[in-house]
Each structure stands twice: as C-alpha cells, then as structure tokens.
Nanobody, 119 residues
Framework: QVQLVESGGGLGQPGGSLRLSCAAS????????MGWYRQTSGTQRELVAEVTDGGSTNYRDSVKGRFTISRDNAKNTVYLQMNSLKPEDTAVYYC?????????????WGQGTQVTVSS
C-alpha cells in the first residue's frame, strides 16, 4: 500500500502562482512515477504532469511552459509549481502514484485538493 498526502492549492489569481506538494509513504519501490491529475465537475480526470523516479517528465499541452513538476526522491515527495494561472486551471487536483512508470493508469490517488483561479 502507498499513501499520498497532498498540501497546497487554494485560491490563486489569474497570472499568479500556486504550488502543490504530495508526500508518499508506504511500500515505495524503484521504477515508479508520481504525478498530478485534475478533474472538474462532469469531466474525466486528466493528466496534468508526471515525473518518474529517474526524472523523466510528461506534461499535457495546455500547461507546458507554465507548470513545472519536480520530485525529491529522498523524501518521496512530488511538487507541482503552477505559474501564469488561468481560470481554466480551476479543478480538483489529485496526486497520483504508479508502481511501474509504464503503467497506463495510477495505482494510488491522493484525496484531492481544490485549486481555484479567480480574480
């Protein structure tokens, strides 16, 4: 089992910044990937960004150049720095963990944290 605890989020202004953090604990093995998904009411959860324990990253096109994902393997923690926020970034953000980085879907999820972008 892997537990994911998220922090950060809240209210941000258009053009502003927010930072999300997610700490993983439990049975952590090499070859994994951690990331962030987001979901709005009535839509499917979508990948925002993902990073493997080797440092390879993947972003959805709409956040490239604005969001940066990073991780501290020693702390089993992943971060999402969100800059140049837009109202369409408003969603519940979920931390994710894949036991194997090549898996199609995450094996574990965080509880979700609300991000609202509004003036």
């Amino acid at each position: 089992q892997v537990q994911l605890v998220e922090s950060g989020g809240g209210l941000g202004q258009p053009g502003g910044s927010l930072r999300l953090s997610c700490a993983a604990s439990g049975k952590i093995y090499g070859g994994n990937a951690m990331g962030w998904y987001r979901q709005t009411s009535g839509t499917q959860r979508e990948l925002v960004a993902e990073v493997t324990d080797g440092g390879s990253t993947n972003y959805r096109d709409s956040v490239k150049g604005r969001f940066t994902i990073s991780r501290d393997n020693a702390k089993n923690t992943v971060y999402l720095q969100m800059n140049s926020l837009k109202p369409e970034d408003t969603a519940v953000y979920y931390c994710s963990y894949k036991i194997r980085r090549w898996s199609i879907s995450p094996n574990y999820w965080g509880q979700g944290t609300q991000v609202t972008v509004s003036s």
